[in-house]
């Protein structure tokens, strides 16, 4: 069984930064995509960005140059460092791990980000 364990949200004013964390435990092999999700109330969950377990990375439109995700592939890990923040970047954020072998998508509980003054 595979879990992840998600920190790192808060309140944060508009301008600020935060750091989020997901550490993955279980049965997880090596060629993996690891990444962060959000969904506001009242709309879709959307994509954040993702990183392969090779390094390649992909961001949502709305963080580009805002946002930066990292992974420690020896601990299984991987954070989103968000700057700059804005008041719609409020959401539930969810750490997504999808295992490439066993086509199978894994999810954290969420951790809520506000930006507000």
């Known amino acids: 069984q595979v879990q992840l364990v998600e920190s790192g949200g808060g309140l944060v004013q508009p301008g600020g930064s935060l750091r989020l964390s997901c550490a993955a435990s279980?049965?997880?092999?090596?060629?993996?995509?690891m990444g962060w999700y959000r969904q506001a109330p009242g709309k879709e969950r959307e994509l954040v960005a993702d990183?392969?377990?090779?390094?390649?990375?992909i961001y949502g439109d709305s963080v580009k140059g805002r946002f930066t995700i990292s992974r420690d592939n020896a601990a299984n890990t991987v954070y989103l460092q968000m700057n700059s923040l804005k008041p719609e970047d409020t959401a539930a954020y969810y750490c997504?791990?999808?295992?490439?072998?066993?086509?199978?998508?894994?999810w954290g509980q969420g951790t809520q980000v506000t930006v507000s003054s």
């Open positions: 279980g049965s997880i092999f090596s060629i993996n995509v």
């Open positions: 990183m392969t377990s090779r390094g390649e990375r």
């Open positions: 997504r791990l999808h295992l490439v072998n066993l086509r199978a998508n894994y």
